[in-house]
């Protein structure tokens, strides 16, 4: 049995795994790495935040749904362009300006100058000085991105830890990405890291979803049936194959994702009770 410092030497620190890219829908490719949270001192195991990134390819452009983590871009950038097979990056969609989904921005620019940055641009400028203000386009939910044979839809996220926080969705593949909504933490396993949750037979209960319903803006404070209401209305409009969160890992049985609405309201209810 490996003490904690093996464990820490080989999976505390930030790792894109050699299993990346790969496809998980018709032109969708995920780029995801792994951090390590905490370590329960029972079981000498670590929990671990999956970091994922999506590569959309169309026939005439390509699209980055966030950025990755810094603390990734070692193993980042070579998986990235083998995802890329020598095309251009087109579009870069950071979900939200926090360090995991829009903090390599600045280091995407450099090595991909003919990125554009979509989306809700808001205060980007203010953590990435170096990028020019001509590379970013705002895109305003409900607007499209033509990608050649299929489109990228901006949408309203309707869960939100950050004001300027926006979701999107291929029409192509019909895949929504939530960012940080349907997103939990997993224990750090060979088959587990890197797997879609039915490869990896995860069935995201309430209880693990809460860990991240937790942070949602307000949670104490909305009106949580509406925001169910809404994301309900918006899963008949769409009819998702499958979500593909910024963290956890992609989830195909849609059902089963409905789980964090459960624990978004056990935890809507709890923050009103504080």
């Given at each position: 049995m490996p003490d904690l410092d093996d464990l820490l030497d080989v999976f505390g620190t930030y790792f894109v795994h050699e299993r990346f890219p790969r496809p998980i829908a018709d032109?969708?490719?995920?780029?995801?790495?792994?951090?390590?949270?905490?370590?329960?001192k029972e079981?000498?195991?670590?929990?671990?935040?999956a970091l994922n990134t999506y590569l959309i390819t169309g026939s005439d452009k390509t699209l980055l749904v966030d950025t990755g983590h810094p603390g990734l871009w070692d193993t980042y950038l070579p998986a990235l362009e083998k995802a890329l097979g020598g095309r251009p990056l087109d579009y870069v969609m950071p979900t939200h300006p926090e360090i995991p989904h829009g903090g390599s921005l600045s280091m995407l620019y450099d090595a991909h100058p003919e990125v554009k940055v979509?989306?809700?641009?808001?205060?980007?400028?203010?953590?990435?000085p170096s990028v020019p203000d001509s590379a970013y386009q705002a895109m305003a939910p409900g607007t499209k991105l033509d990608l050649g044979g299929r489109e990228f839809e901006f949408v309203d996220s309707v869960f939100r830890d950050l004001p300027n926080t926006i979701w999107g969705f291929d029409h192509g593949s019909r895949v929504?990405?939530?960012a940080d909504g349907f997103a939990f933490f997993h224990w750090h396993r060979e088959d587990t890291c890197g797997f879609t949750a039915e490869e990896s037979g995860i069935a995201p209960t309430a209880d693990m979803y809460s860990v991240m319903?937790?942070?949602v803006s307000g949670i104490g404070h909305l009106d949580v049936e509406s925001r169910i209401q809404w994301f309900m209305d918006?899963?008949?409009d769409f009819r998702p194959s499958m979500l593909a969160p910024a963290h956890g890992?992609?989830?195909a049985d849609i059902p089963v994702?409905?789980?964090?609405?459960?624990?978004l309201r056990n935890d809507s209810r709890a923050g009103t009770s504080k």
């Open positions: 032109g969708v490719q995920w780029i995801g790495g792994c951090s390590a949270l905490f370590m329960d079981r000498q195991d670590l929990v671990h935040s979509v989306g809700d641009v808001r205060d980007y400028f203010l953590y990435h929504l990405f939530p319903t937790e942070i918006l899963i008949e890992t992609v989830v994702a409905l789980n964090y609405l459960t624990a």
